[in-house]
């Protein structure tokens, strides 16, 4: 039972309801209700991982940084594949196996997806770059594309896996269910990127559409299935996938409007606190005076 006190104020008695426990937790319930409700949003995008796994991340974008692409950027674009797509964790260092294995690999995925965004976008510009070069360098011959690198299918294949696939194997490995038999609310918020991660997308692939060529990525088995997702963009529209064609709302503001409300100072409030507010000297000698008189009586006799 909860128990509740009443104080009466005229008779100074105190009387004691005895109220059911379901309404003291049902009323815990609802507070926690609506402050999660309200906090959901950020708490998806603000999930924190293990120090282990931002250090990973952070090493293997750290190479497409740089200005020129080399071995390393392979190297780390082979172990993306492994860890995040295949989530194979042979090999790796045990604090951070462990560190991937504390946490859900969806929230794993979703800490990646920025990383891996990194890496495409250094790639795409990078052969963006060396396609201009070539056509300056070789004016008289027939501008052709130049072929994909290695490095690029990988991320690009990463990526496309990521947008398409991840949201669905995760969930599947997690509670061996499909997304299909999620209900649609929940299915948004469980299995889609963040607004802040698609916002991102949008500022450093969006500039680069013009060098993917949608030819490359028919041809390649590993990639044709994403081949929607960069038709679309090419089209100035979203793809039709979840994470970009799901409904958002504003956030809502946790901290209270409060308004400040400016009142103004009356005579009579001036004059009790000697304030001078404009009027004659005379009116102001008569207020200063009555303060000095009430503040020293003696010395005014």
């Known amino acids: ?157 990463i990526l496309h896996w990521l947008l398409l696939d991840s949201a669905n194997e995760c969930n599947e490995t997690e509670s061996g269910k499909s997304i299909a038999d999620i209900d649609p609310q929940a299915q948004i918020r469980q299995t889609a990127f963040s607004i802040s991660s698609i916002q991102l997308f949008v500022y450093l692939l969006a500039p680069l559409i013009q060098y993917v060529h949608e030819d490359e990525i028919a041809s390649n088995i590993r990639l044709e299935s994403g081949l929607k997702i960069w038709q679309a963009l090419r089209q100035s529209r979203p793809p039709e996938v979840l994470c970009f064609s799901a409904p958002v709302k504003q956030r809502r503001n946790q901290l209270p409007q409060i308004s400040i409300s400016r009142k103004s100072i009356t005579t009579s409030t001036a004059v009790n606190q000697g304030i001078y507010i404009g009027k004659t000297k005379k009116g102001f000698i008569n207020v200063f005076h009555k303060q000095f008189q009430e503040m020293n009586p003696k010395r005014m006799r």
Not at 12 to 22: A, D, E, I, K, N
Not at 92 to 112: E, G, H, M, N, T
């Open 1 to 157: 039972m909860h128990v509740r006190y009443l104080q009466h104020q005229h008779q100074g008695t105190v009387q004691l309801l005895l109220m059911p426990l379901s309404s003291a937790e049902k009323a815990r319930k609802d507070r926690k209700w609506s402050n999660g409700r309200m906090l959901d949003d950020d708490e998806n995008e603000c999930e924190s991982v293990p120090l282990p796994i931002q250090t990973f991340l952070w090493r293997q974008t750290n190479p497409f940084l740089g200005q020129k692409i080399g071995k390393l950027h392979e190297a780390s674009c082979v172990t993306f594949e492994r860890v995040v797509v295949q989530n194979i964790l042979h090999g790796l260092s045990p604090s951070l196996s462990d560190a991937i294995q504390s946490v859900s690999r969806w929230r794993f995925v979703k800490a990646a997806f920025p990383h891996i965004l990194q890496c495409c976008a250094s790639l795409i510009a990078e052969e963006g770059e060396c396609a201009a070069v070539a056509a300056l360098d070789d004016d008289e011959s027939p501008a052709t594309p130049m072929p994909m690198g290695q490095s690029l299918q990988k991320i690009l294949y």
